[in-house]
């Protein structure tokens, strides 16, 4: 309630504006690529966000965070670096699991990352959570309005591939 996050410019990158002093600070930047869903950690300590490299494949980093100062790329941690479209990070309620959507193994599904509590490197191999079967589907990019998550749950909308074909003369 203090800080406005936003996303601006080109390349797209991320600043917060503090509503009290009216300053604005630059938190994530890229001088060549856009940077894409920025989103904090609980704690307010890490960032996570996808990387989009022009038409290559996006890739999935945490960073610290630190207003005014953007962590230089040699300071990102890779999350996810698999070919493919891989975007919408959220938390875990404690950090220790970053959850996003990919399409690397085909559809896109909801994978997760666990965290080392205090370096934020990943541990272990991802794994899929979830992957929507018959008519339902994750847009590839998400959705606008999610996924939302809050302790205990995640709220991730589908989208129901269905149509009606119609002939008239």
Do not use: C
Request: proline letters at 12%; glycine letters at 10%; zero cysteines.
């Amino acid at each position: 309630g203090k800080r406005i996050v936003y996303r601006t410019g080109v390349p797209m990158h991320f600043e917060t504006f503090d509503i009290a002093s009216g300053v604005k600070a630059a938190i994530l930047s890229h001088p060549r690529y856009h940077v894409h869903a920025g989103k904090y950690s609980p704690d307010m300590r890490w960032i996570a966000f996808h990387l989009a490299p022009g038409d290559g494949p996006s890739h999935m980093f945490i960073v610290p965070a630190r207003d005014g100062n953007p962590p230089p790329e040699p300071e990102w941690i890779p999350v996810y670096t698999r070919p493919g479209y891989n975007n919408r990070p959220f938390w875990s309620a404690d950090g220790n699991t970053l959850y996003f959507l990919s399409d690397s193994e085909g559809a896109v599904a909801l994978f997760a990352q666990r965290l080392d509590p205090a370096t934020k490197r990943p541990r272990g191999d991802p794994f899929q959570v979830f992957r929507p079967a018959g008519q339902y589907f994750f847009g590839l990019a998400g959705h606008y309005l999610g996924p939302a998550e809050g302790p205990g749950y995640a709220v991730i909308p589908l989208t129901r591939n269905q149509a009606n074909v119609w002939l008239a003369e």
